[in-house]
């Protein structure tokens, strides 16, 4: 599964989108699961990683400040140009902001690691880029939409995926690495953890496309220049996030996480606000969702590309 792990990831989300469109009905079902799916990613994950070691990631203040700089002044920038092609269709402008200004802090970890980037150091930095971007995301939408922005943002879906998304795995991963040394089935377990990390990432892929392709394949004449933003997006913003690695000089390994981090966007998280938004807005939601299904193709490819644009000289 290893070796032909990006088609398998592929073949996950045809076969996500073909379900979503020829069993709509599925889609709840499919959305319900996409929660449990990524805590399982994130368990493997994290239980794959000496999670005692995290703390050093706490202290390196150079790698925190260049994602820092990353995610909350070059991404904002460049959000703010993008956005200015939909300024004059509301509800595009709010979807399109909203999830391009939130950081990624789920499966960024999962998908840097694969590509050789400093994972540990990532989760280090996810209760800093949780924190930060609810603290600011409401000040970037103001500037970007307007003062009327103020009444879409609540902390709730930032809080759960917080508990839901990192801490709940992380403690079940540092639970069973503590049994592992007293209890030779967990110890097998916990050896063996790295085996079901492809299943995880294909149920999340399939249940992410299968839930939201209706949606999507309803407003697709609307959402052709939301597509062309999100990967302008993509090929600006890690273009940006490499050289700001360069900047602050850090290592292949911390280059490549940052590379992700800059590219990959909370869309699971802030999806939840925009399905809240009242309804002349629910556009809102459905761009999120496009952005989530580019965003899936994007890391598929940086996975494959990355080790190889950005790899010792």
């Known amino acids: 599964m290893d070796k032909h792990q990006i088609m ?3 073949l996950a989300i045809v076969a996500g989108c073909l379900t979503g469109i020829y069993i709509p009905s599925n889609s ?22 000496p999670l005692t070691q995290l703390v050093n990631g706490w202290r390196d203040f150079k790698f925190m400040s260049a994602l820092l700089v990353i995610n909350f002044i070059v991404v904002p920038t460049i959000v703010f140009i993008l956005t200015r092609f939909v300024q004059g269709n509301k509800p595009v402008l709010i979807g399109v902001a909203l999830v391009l200004l939130a ?20 989760l280090a930095t996810t209760p800093l880029l949780l924190l930060a971007q609810m603290a600011l995301i409401p000040l970037y939408l103001i500037f970007i939409v307007g003062k009327s922005s103020l009444t879409l943002f609540t902390p709730g879906p930032f809080i759960e995926a917080l ?13 069973t690495q503590a049994l592992s040394r007293k209890w030779t089935p967990v110890t097998h377990f916990a050896k063996t953890a790295d085996s079901f990390m492809v ?10 496309s299968g ?27 890690g273009v940006c996030a490499f050289i700001i690695g360069k900047i602050f000089r850090l290592s292949i ?11 990959t966007r909370n869309s699971l998280v802030v999806l939840p606000i925009a399905l809240a938004l009242p309804k002349e807005y629910s556009m809102a939601a459905t761009v999120v969702v496009t952005q989530t299904l580019v965003e ?5 490819i940086m996975m494959k590309s990355i080790p190889r644009l950005i790899k010792a000289q």
């Open 8 to 10: 398998l990831y592929l």
């Open 28 to 49: 709840d079902g499919l959305s319900a699961w996409i929660n449990p799916f990524l805590c399982l990613l994130l368990y493997v994950t994290f239980l794959s990683m």
């Open 103 to 122: 950081p990624c802090v789920d499966y960024v970890i999962v998908f840097s690691g694969l590509a050789g980037g400093a994972s540990r150091k990532l």
């Open 163 to 175: 508990i839901l998304l990192i801490l709940l795995p992380l403690l079940l991963a540092l639970t």
């Open 199 to 208: 299943p995880a990432m294909m149920g999340t892929l399939y249940c992410v």
């Open 211 to 237: 839930s939201q392709i209706t949606s999507l394949s309803e407003h697709t004449d609307q959402l052709l220049k939301t597509i062309l933003i999100f990967i302008t997006f993509a090929l600006v913003a």
């Open 253 to 263: 390994n911390e280059q490549r996480a940052a590379t992700f981090s800059g590219v």
């Open 296 to 300: 899936l193709v994007a890391m598929i």
